[in-house]
């Protein structure tokens, strides 16, 4: 089975839940504890073995790219100053050079038009999407979870989760010929069904692993929800040629998309950290709740 070595970061959404944070920093990289959502995916994405790292900026992004590249001003400093562990640090995370390449969306046409803008840097092999807005911790990382079950199935693998069949009119629902508790056979993709609808309460996360032929169907530039060019639309196209796949991956989903998603990831990802956790179960425990 192949092996993924490329993965596209689509950061060139407007991030409007955010305003007005995000109308001079990006979404992407407003922080969760002490480092950017960016930070985050890319960490997954190395963990998961990928090799070269594909964003898809626009304007007002810049600040994504200098984050993966080196600040000399600031690293003479630390250096001088003696704050070696900080340097060290600084570097350890650094992707090699020439595996960080950035190609640019003109305009925020959908999250489907952003990946179709990386089809040159990524080629004719599979390849994974990583949305920096959603995080999940779990101690094997959730895009290394995809590729082990790519290896085994091969074709398209979706992350995917359950959500309350109440709340299936908020996601993208997939419809599934088999499922065996963890790996599911995907037969369809229907956009926010009603409940009573459903055809199962399996939504689709912000991770994907996707053949090249997805670029295909997104060249057709057919708009949907919201008049943008939807990365689900093309995929529902797709299925039927080749294996299609949706995994339950393990661990914890925050949304940090919206606002009280971000507040609780941060809460729930400073409780990880060693040198933040205990200062902050002292303060929540501390809340007139
Ligand atoms: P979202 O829809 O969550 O991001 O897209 P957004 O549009 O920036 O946010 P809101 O809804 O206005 O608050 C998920 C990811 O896809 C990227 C975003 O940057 C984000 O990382 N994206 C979205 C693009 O790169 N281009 C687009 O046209 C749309």
């Not at 995000?22 to 090799?51: N, Q």
């Not at 037969?187 to 997805?214: H, N």
Request: charged content about 25%; proline content about 6%.
């Amino acid at each position: 089975m192949s092996v993924i070595r490329k993965a596209v970061f689509p950061v060139a959404g407007l991030g409007t839940r955010f305003l007005p944070a995000t109308k001079s920093i990006p979404k992407e990289m407003l922080t969760i504890v002490d480092r950017p959502l960016i930070h985050y995916v890319v960490e997954e994405a190395k963990a998961a073995g990928i090799e070269e790292f594909i964003f898809v900026t626009s304007r007002g992004k810049s600040a994504v790219e200098d984050h993966f590249d080196q600040a000399y001003e600031l690293e003479n400093t630390l250096e001088s100053r003696g704050k070696i562990d900080a340097l060290k640090e600084l570097h350890e995370w650094l992707p090699e050079a020439g595996t960080v390449m950035y190609t640019r969306q003109p305009a925020p046409l959908g999250l489907g038009h952003a990946v179709w803008c990386a089809r040159h840097l990524v080629g004719d092999e599979p390849f994974a999407v990583l949305l920096p807005d959603e995080l999940v911790l779990n101690d094997v990382p959730c895009l290394k979870q995809l590729v082990d079950a790519h290896t085994k199935t091969g074709g398209n693998v979706l992350g995917v989760f359950d959500v309350p069949r109440a709340e299936t009119n908020r996601y993208g629902i997939l419809d599934v010929i088999s499922d065996d508790g963890s790996l599911v056979e995907v037969s369809g993709l229907v956009e926010k069904p009603d409940p009573e609808r459903a055809p199962s309460t399996l939504s689709i996360t912000g991770r994907y692993i996707l053949m090249p032929e997805i670029f295909g169907y997104l060249s057709e530039q057919q708009k949907g929800a919201g008049d943008e060019i939807q990365l689900t639309d093309a995929m529902a196209r797709m299925i039927g040629n080749g294996p299609f796949h949706g995994l339950r991956f393990k661990g914890e989903r925050h949304d940090c998309g919206n606002v009280n998603g971000f507040l609780r990831a941060n809460i729930a990802f400073g409780l990880t950290r060693e040198d933040v956790a205990p200062s902050l179960k002292e303060f929540l425990s501390g809340l007139p709740l």
